[in-house]
């Protein structure tokens, strides 16, 4: 049972438009959201971060949008580059777990220039 | 390198075989994590390390599969009797402790022929 769901699987977009991926859970104890990016052969790079006390964060051009009462929270790529052609996997944690993490299943986002 | 450092980057391997799959996470980091990712899919969870103490062991899909991490840094993970749906990208991630942000290695891309 996939804890996390993550869409859409692909995503094409055109250089400077914005990227949304969104991602949804049910366990409430939950309480740490992480956005990782995954470059061909690389292993997963933590990208940004969430806990549920905050509604948004922003660094850079990636920003989190986070509802906790739909327990719901998306990534927003702004200005989106060649660069940011990748794999985006969502995650959570939960603090009784140890920091074990729950991917969602990625999405492909290829931006064309 | 100041990152984690897993080896070897590839491994073939006869099914029937054994095989041993290496992490060097970052000097200091007391967790380290393990986890399994298929082609095309997310990583998955298999087990947790604090300091030389296996914590979670739950994601280990059968006994089949060994880790350890007997001085409290580097850590092998050994598959005993491969079988073909073993194949797949063994992930080594650390952190400083439980629920700080994890850094994973490029991984070991395991196939079973």
């Known amino acids: 049972q996939q804890q996390v769901k993550q869409s859409p699987q692909s995503l094409i977009v055109q250089k400077g438009g914005i990227s949304i991926i969104n991602c949804a859970y049910e366990n409430t104890a939950f309480d740490y959201f992480p956005w990782y990016q995954q470059f061909p052969g690389k292993g997963p790079a933590l990208l940004i971060a969430i806990r549920p006390d905050v509604s948004e964060k922003k660094e850079g051009r990636f920003t989190i949008s986070f509802n906790k009462s739909a327990k719901q929270f998306s990534l927003h790529i702004m200005d989106s580059q060649p660069g940011d052609s990748a794999t985006y996997f969502c995650a959570a944690t939960e603090g009784s777990t140890l920091g074990r993490l729950y991917f969602g299943r990625g999405t492909q986002l290829t931006v064309w220039p | 390198g100041a990152g984690v450092s897993q080896s070897p980057r590839y491994k073939v391997a006869k099914r029937g075989q054994d095989v041993a799959l290496r992490c060097d996470p970052i000097s200091g980091h007391v967790s380290l994590f393990w986890y399994q990712q298929a082609l095309g899919q997310g990583p998955e969870f298999l087990t947790y390390f604090q300091n030389e103490a296996q914590l979670d062991k739950s994601g280990l899909p059968s006994d089949r599969f060994f880790a350890e991490r007997p001085e409290g840094s580097v850590s092998t993970l050994k598959i005993q009797r491969t079988q073909q749906e073993d194949s797949a990208v063994y992930l080594c991630?650390?952190?400083?402790?439980?629920?700080?942000?994890?850094?994973f290695g490029d991984g070991t891309r395991l196939s079973i022929l």
């Open positions: 991630a650390s952190s400083l402790v439980g629920d700080q942000p994890q850094h």
